[in-house]
């Protein structure tokens, strides 16, 4: 047989039926997070490729936390890693939803529910890749390792214990699942969360003359901010990810309206675009910071939080010609298109950890954490193709 007929046999081994029953399955298993329990949906996973003869184990995490890993071996060490995350955003208010969050329903080519678009379809689509993969009978000269893992949504705990385990050590190059729209994502924002406090003084409100209102003060440095994020538009124009941005995402100070509050607290981050320096965006906020401080006699508590790198990978690098050469192949000689992402993503971390990154998935981002999320299916079946064809190509490969 070919190398042609080869691949012809696998893609066609992809059963569109069969996806759509996975990816119902595991809509239909909740683990939204928080709470932080992907027990249901890391069954399902498990289960669907032991049911394939593919060798599975769970990789502890917390508690009912386990990532999934499954293996398809090469001659070689040498492995293309297949990463995708489990658990979805809260539901919020299933009102709001026309259908059952948690229903999987099927309507017009779409498939609805909660972390359908981010990114169960990701991990459908993969692993119904891994079980033709392993069904086509090829000897592989290298291998391929799937990972279907907890706490994306919040702390990346998942795939952190991966890379701590050594688990990744022989991973050449690794895919992240998120919905691209099927565009590949060679470019990530980056973001820097921080918390500001202010500080007053408690009165009755019945003489509030007598306090030092917090909140007051916490919204003089708000409109600093506003200030600050207006001037960060003018900076650039990315086509996908625009340009930097300040968002104030949450604030909370004081006990009821019969008291003066004496403390304010606000969250909020700055998004960093692939080209910025994370360290001097981060300077440009500790200065604003001292300087409203000078301005006005204000003292705030500045906290930086969390801190998440931006990312981009070349477009001639070895991981994005080859994928963009597979799918090229699969769309009749189309010419893939390329796309920032608008989320945070563990493709940086994999990347920091030493091992060339890619996004690339079913579904848009536009709909994901939102009611009435969904994903075309045509998407799915076409992403599950791309992951086939591609793994085939470099676990094959002799160079």
């Given at each position: 047989m070919t190398t042609c007929e080869q691949e012809r046999r696998l893609l066609d081994s992809?059963?569109?039926?069969?996806?759509?029953?996975?990816?119902?399955?595991?809509?239909?298993?909740?683990?939204?997070?928080?709470?932080?329990?992907e027990?249901?949906?890391?069954?399902?996973?498990?289960?669907?490729?032991?049911?394939?003869?593919?060798?599975?184990?769970?990789?502890?995490?917390?508690?009912?936390?386990?990532?999934?890993?499954?293996?398809?071996?090469?001659?070689?060490?040498?492995?293309?890693?297949?990463?995708?995350?489990?658990?979805?955003?809260?539901?919020?208010?299933?009102?709001?939803?026309?259908?059952?969050?948690?229903?999987?329903?099927?309507?017009?080519?779409?498939?609805?529910?909660?972390?359908?678009?981010?990114?169960?379809?990701?991990?459908?689509?993969?692993?119904?890749?891994?079980?033709?993969?392993?069904?086509?009978?090829?000897?592989?000269?290298?291998?391929?390792?799937?990972?279907?893992?907890?706490?994306?949504?919040?702390?990346?705990?998942?795939?952190?214990?991966?890379?701590?385990?050594?688990?990744?050590?022989?991973?050449?190059?690794a895919c992240v699942s998120e919905p691209t729209s099927l565009r590949i994502g060679n470019r990530l924002k980056g973001a820097l969360e921080f918390s500001a406090r202010t500080f007053g003084r408690s009165a009755h409100t019945g003489i509030a003359f007598a306090g030092d209102n917090a909140i007051y003060k916490m919204g003089r440095y708000l409109e600093k901010l506003r200030v600050y994020n207006d001037s960060l538009a003018k900076r650039m124009d990315e086509p996908e990810l625009k340009h930097p941005t300040v968002n104030a995402g949450k604030l909370t100070g004081g006990v009821g309206v019969t008291l003066v509050p004496d403390r304010c607290e606000l969250e909020f981050d700055r998004q960093v675009l692939p080209g910025e320096s994370m360290d001097e965006a981060e300077r440009e906020i500790r200065e604003l910071t001292n300087a409203f401080s000078r301005e006005t006699g204000i003292e705030v508590e500045l906290t930086l939080r969390q801190r998440f790198a931006n990312w981009t990978v070349?477009?001639?690098?070895?991981?994005?010609?080859?994928?963009?050469?597979?799918?090229?192949?699969?769309?009749?000689?189309?010419?893939?298109?390329?796309?920032?992402?608008?989320?945070?993503?563990?493709?940086?971390?994999?990347?920091?950890?030493?091992?060339?990154?890619?996004?690339?998935?079913?579904?848009?981002?536009?709909?994901?954490?939102?009611?009435?999320?969904?994903?075309?299916?045509?998407?799915?079946?076409?992403?599950?193709?791309?992951?086939?064809?591609?793994?085939?190509r470099y676990m094959t490969s002799n160079g």
């Open positions: 992809i059963d569109e039926a069969e996806l759509v029953r996975l990816l119902q399955r595991l809509v239909r298993a909740n683990s939204e997070n928080p709470t932080g329990d027990s249901a949906v890391a069954a399902v996973v498990a289960e669907e490729l032991e049911a394939a003869g593919i060798p599975t184990r769970l990789q502890p995490v917390e508690e009912r936390r386990a990532n999934v890993i499954a293996e398809l071996p090469g001659r070689r060490k040498a492995k293309l890693l297949f990463n995708g995350h489990m658990d979805t955003v809260p539901a919020g208010d299933q009102a709001l939803w026309r259908s059952d969050p948690w229903g999987a329903d099927l309507r017009d080519g779409n498939l609805y529910g909660l972390g359908s678009a981010d990114m169960k379809a990701g991990v459908a689509a993969m692993l119904i890749a891994v079980q033709a993969l392993h069904r086509c009978g090829a000897d592989f000269e290298r291998g391929l390792l799937f990972t279907a893992v907890v706490d994306e949504e919040v702390g990346f705990k998942g795939t952190t214990a991966l890379i701590e385990s050594g688990l990744l050590a022989d991973c050449e190059m070349a477009d001639d690098a070895p991981i994005v010609t080859s994928l963009a050469n597979a799918l090229e192949d699969l769309y009749d000689h189309r010419p893939p298109q390329f796309t920032g992402f608008n989320g945070y993503a563990e493709v940086e971390l994999l990347a920091s950890a030493g091992i060339p990154s890619v996004l690339f998935g079913p579904g848009s981002l536009d709909v994901a954490h939102a009611p009435n999320e969904f994903v075309p299916i045509r998407e799915v079946v076409e992403a599950s193709r791309a992951y086939a064809l591609w793994a085939y």
